[in-house]
């Protein structure tokens, strides 16, 4: 019998804990989904939280320290984003050791506070505390529905088709540059950017919301194939990746082919890439994909179908035991 | 020149870190209150962030895994109630090593998830993730403000009277208890269950806000002496502590007796008694005290008067270097 959070893994521990939790009338949408969302009067707001400690989501000497800022920043505000939500503020919680320069925490919040400012919201508040030895940033983030509804993990529908922006793997490679190669390899240091400073699809979100075709969505952050997945899980549904429909554009291209990587393993399998992932009526999809291109000069892709032939993701048919990133479960990266 | 946190201590760092926040019109209070004060349409939210960490806020052997959540949960709810406001929903953040059992982190969620539901707020998300070692928590709370106003920490007069509920010192000699003599010592036990479940007064503060003699607040988690500084600096004004007149009831006077400790230098540096102190017009401290022990059965004392005679606290009319909690210089406690 299980016992530890690492028997559990991350989504196993987050349904334990959910149990305990007691149901209320503000809570519209429950613990599971990106936001949480929260009825006060007759506004909806989202509510979102991402902790990070040092050592395990990030290596001082391997980031700059305001990228460590931004990219907690665009973690809170991708979820706002994958529910079609506008951000509104957020609170920032760090714990460091006394020994900390305080020039360094201020790089962190300049990080931070500037994707904030770029996106809509602002740093309202937080908590400075001391920790023992690593560092550890939580942002928590609360934004408004905007549209008439929001959208979420559940909703996909037989029939329709999975949908992503971007170029998913693009952050994973950007990784693999980072470790490797990102001096002197120029399409390796456009990816390492991509890692180290991710763009929210916030914007798109919202735009996506408001779309009655998009009946579900997600941001990628632990790999297409489990972000995937937990559409089809929430669903009640199935949902068929097509690993050669997945775009890949020509830097990520030669860089996966410079280096022996597999650009669409990194795209079902790597994070961080906080593209948008979405279930759409396939009678819409040529129009959203036009009217999506020329409104944000941005590719969409159709990857995958929906079905109720079983639960679960499965690639090209295939059932599968790729495995995106548990916090519990996966070493740690840079 | 000061150049790490533990130079500039916690004060100083977020003076420090607010600089580089820009303003926005939807921040109605911005950083140092014990809530940010945000706009969204025509309602006032109040929310606060709390961070604790293993080892340094408090040791996993010597408090019972629900009240380590059930602390955490009171802590952020104080916030709320020292503003005035009611309290609405919350985001738990939890890093942990990878072998920690689940049962540890269900008895803390169900303490945290407990003392949420007891004043009127729900755990609506988070976040479960990894740490290296220590476990580290943080919770961040939205409220609303009912009132009209809600109190901050600015707005003391000249004359005002300070007043302060309940017999602060009291989480002060529950945690000498626990370390010293918790077992056998019936004040002792008392007070160390004051310790580890102590009660945001989150009806009084509202009750407080809607009395328009009431002019600031905060609540008095690191000592009646620097929080009651903190509503003098914030209003621009000094404040003159008499300690004879802090309230000390029997089990507090007896476990003090025993142990040779002073009850009122625990309540002027103490931490975590998460009783209000406020500032109030003379005029009306009788009428206030009759009715706030009649509503609450709890007592209310007038410990000491503002002046713009000087800046800060005194104790008795001297100046004091007397010191509360700061969480970069203070030694760790259980």
Chains 1, 2 share one sequence.
Request: charged share 25%; aromatic share 6%; net charge negative.
């Amino acid at each position: 019998m299980p016992r530890t959070v690492e028997d559990f893994g991350e989504f196993g521990l987050i349904d334990r804990l959910a149990r305990i939790l007691p149901t209320s009338p503000a809570l519209v949408e429950p613990i599971g989904d990106d936001c949480a969302v929260v009825r006060i009067g007759d506004r909806l707001l989202l509510a979102s939280s991402d902790m990070f400690v040092e050592d395990v989501h990030f290596r001082r000497d391997r980031i700059p320290a305001d990228a460590i800022g931004w990219k907690a920043a665009v973690a809170a505000l991708s979820d706002i984003a994958a529910m079609g939500g506008a951000p509104v503020f957020c609170l920032v919680s760090i714990a460091c050791p006394g020994d900390t320069r305080v020039s360094f925490l201020e790089e962190i919040y300049r990080g931070l506070s500037s994707a904030m400012s770029r996106f809509g919201a602002v740093v309202a508040g937080g908590d400075t505390t001391r920790s023992l030895d690593r560092l550890v940033i939580d942002v928590a983030i609360i934004g408004q529905v905007l549209s008439s509804r929001c959208l979420r993990r559940k909703g996909a529908k037989v029939g329709d088709l999975l949908a992503v922006t971007g170029f998913p793997g693009s952050a994973a490679a950007g990784l693999h540059a980072l470790e490797h190669d990102a001096d002197e390899h120029d399409p390796g240091r456009a990816l390492a950017e991509i890692h180290q400073r991710p763009r929210p699809r916030v914007r798109e979100g919202q735009w996506l919301s408001n779309r009655a075709a998009v009946h579900a969505m997600i941001d990628v952050t632990d790999g297409l194939a489990q972000d995937a997945g937990h559409i089809a899980d929430s669903s009640g549904l199935g949902v068929d990746i097509d690993p050669e429909s997945i775009p890949v554009n020509e830097g990520l291209a030669a860089y996966c082919a410079d280096h022996g990587l597999d650009a669409r393993h990194l795209a079902l399998t790597g994070g961080e890439d906080y593209e948008l992932c979405f279930a759409i009526d396939p009678d819409d999809q040529d129009q959203m994909a036009e009217a999506f291109r020329h409104e944000f000069h941005t590719e969409v892709s159709i990857v995958g179908r929906f079905t109720d032939a079983w639960l679960g993701f499965r690639i090209a048919g295939q059932p599968s035991d790729m495995r995106g990133y548990d916090h519990f479960r996966t070493t740690p990266d840079a």
